[in-house]
């Protein structure tokens, strides 16, 4: 998953550098604590390229797509929201957050593309990018096992 803002690869982050090593090169989790609160949001896409067989799975309308394992669509919505609201247990230094929202929209977008957009919206001292790119990734990786018992030709970008 990557957050689209930028279309190029190595766009340098606006800031300090790296936030997450003090002045000793030892990691280190950055204190908000003096930061103001405010509203934030941030949108990361997930793509997935599939075969001609694993594509055969969505319905006529494009909505949703069916695996032996039930609906697939529903189910990578349900497991990249679980995932936004827990980034902070997966990823070291990422801030326990209350989460206000998490939208998650997957489509077709293409003969053999599959689309995934994470949206997180909190109210706090720090942003929800983390989470973000950890819902859409979650999904994408769900879509993958519901759909590996038919192939495993599936890419994740």
Do not use: W
Request: net charge neutral; with cysteine; aromatic share 2%.
């Amino acid at each position: 998953a990557r957050a689209p803002r930028s279309q190029g690869m190595c766009t340098a982050a606006k800031g300090p550098g790296l936030t997450h090593v003090d002045e000793k090169g030892a990691p280190t989790m950055v204190d908000v604590g003096e930061k103001s609160v405010s509203r934030r949001e941030a949108t990361a896409r997930s793509e997935m390229q599939v075969c001609d067989s694993v594509m055969r799975l969505v319905a006529d309308d494009g909505t949703e797509m069916q695996s032996a394992k039930g609906p697939v669509f529903a189910t990578a919505v349900i497991a990249g929201t679980m995932a936004a609201k827990r980034t902070h247990d997966l990823i070291p230094f990422c801030h326990p957050l209350g989460v206000e929202g998490v939208k998650i929209r997957v489509q077709p977008t293409g003969s053999n593309t599959i689309e995934i957009v994470c949206t997180v919206r909190v109210t706090g001292k720090t942003g929800v990018e983390m989470e973000a790119l950890t819902g859409a990734s979650v999904a994408a990786l769900t879509i993958y096992d519901m759909c590996k018992a038919v192939s495993h030709d599936m890419l994740i970008k």
